[in-house]
């Protein structure tokens, strides 16, 4: 059974940093891409960006509003995703889901983790 | 940037209700569209890839279908338990999201 489980999420001052892990279980972790998205309270879904699997060389994208700020890494051999924020901003508060990608053309995601959450405030 | 509009915002049905979402996009993006549902309190689920295939899993009343750059999720005969959210995706953008509710 695929699996996917962010930690990590808290309570974090402005301008500080934070780092969510997304640990995978039940599926070749290293063969596919992985992906993170977020949801403001009340609010609709954002896409935050990917790390492609090693296949298609590791690469990563990242949503404008989060480029520079965020950095999506990983290590197969452990099965994790990491999600490192840096210069947090109150915007920045949402719970945050772990995703895995079908298709890197597509850029699908079938399986969601239960998310984390993540509050930006002094 | 590609935009995707999604409309309506919300929407009012009974159950058994033939329901329809309309996702447009701001340029031509072939079939690279997604449907997602979300419930209360849980991640959201994949429903349709590529426009039209039905992800494994996902009940039959549910379908895709696009025309140019508009593509549109219907819900055949609404059940009790697809009051939800639900969402299109292309690639790095997601629509606004349509919350079905209950009439």
């Known amino acids: 059974e695929v699996q996917l489980v962010e930690s990590g999420g808290g309570l974090v001052q402005p301008g500080r940093s934070l780092k969510l892990s997304c640990t995978a279980s039940g599926f070749t972790f290293g063969d596919y891409t992985m992906n993170w998205a977020r949801q403001a309270p009340g609010k609709g879904l954002e896409w935050v960006g990917f790390i492609r699997s090693k296949a298609y060389s590791g690469t990563t994208e990242y949503a404008a509003s989060v480029k520079g700020r965020f950095t999506i890494s990983r290590d197969d051999s452990k099965s994790i995703a990491y999600l490192q924020m840096n210069s947090l901003k109150s915007e920045d508060t949402a719970v945050y889901f772990c995703?895995?990608?079908?298709?890197?053309?597509?850029?699908?995601?079938?399986?969601w983790g239960q998310g984390t959450l993540v509050t930006v405030s002094s | 940037d590609i935009q995707m509009t999604q409309s309506p915002s919300s929407l009012s049905a009974s159950v058994g209700d033939r329901v329809t979402i309309t996702c447009r996009a701001s340029q031509t993006i072939s079939s690279s569209l997604n449907w997602y549902q979300q419930k209360p309190g849980r991640a959201p689920q994949l429903l349709i890839f590529a426009a039209s295939s039905l992800q494994s899993g996902v009940p039959s009343r549910f379908s895709g279908s696009e025309s140019g750059t508009d593509f549109t999720l219907t819900i055949s005969s609404l059940q009790p338990e697809d009051f939800a959210t639900y969402y299109c995706q292309h690639k790095g953008t997601f629509g606004q999201g349509t919350k079905v509710e209950v009439k």
């Open positions: 995703t895995r990608v079908v298709d890197t053309t597509l850029v699908d995601f079938d399986y």
